[in-house]
């Protein structure tokens, strides 16, 4: 049974930086990509920023300012992000897909609070 836990979430105030990371218990064959998504209260999970390939991807509201990145050896993802905005207050998840019959597997989430 494959779990992803979060972790580094917290109280910070604006253009402070934290690091996200999303640990994978268990093995997932054949990763097709991976990323982080927020939430906030009231509206849709958006995504924030994804690699694939090899390749990173970033919603428009995080570029230059958020960093996604992995290691394999610790099975872990991770997310790095810096000049924190109030904007990005949110409960952070992480996502992989993966898997014979390429499942989604979420983190339970994070939350993270940006105070002005």
């Known amino acids: 049974q494959v779990q992803l836990v979060e972790s580094g979430g917290g109280l910070v105030q604006a253009g402070g930086s934290l690091r996200l990371s999303c640990a994978a218990s268990?093995?997932?064959?054949?990763?097709?990509?991976m990323g982080w998504f927020r939430q906030v209260p009231g509206k849709q999970r958006e995504v924030v920023a994804v690699?694939?390939?090899?390749?990173?991807n970033y919603a428009e509201s995080v570029k230059g300012r958020f960093t996604i990145s992995t290691d394999n050896a610790k099975s872990t993802l991770y997310l790095q992000m810096n000049s924190l905005k109030p904007e990005d207050t949110a409960v952070y998840y992480c996502k992989v897909i993966g898997g014979a019959t390429m499942t989604d597997y979420w983190g339970q989430g994070t939350q993270v609070t940006v105070s002005s």
């Open positions: 268990g093995s997932i064959s054949s990763i097709s990509s």
């Open positions: 690699t694939s390939g090899g390749q990173a």
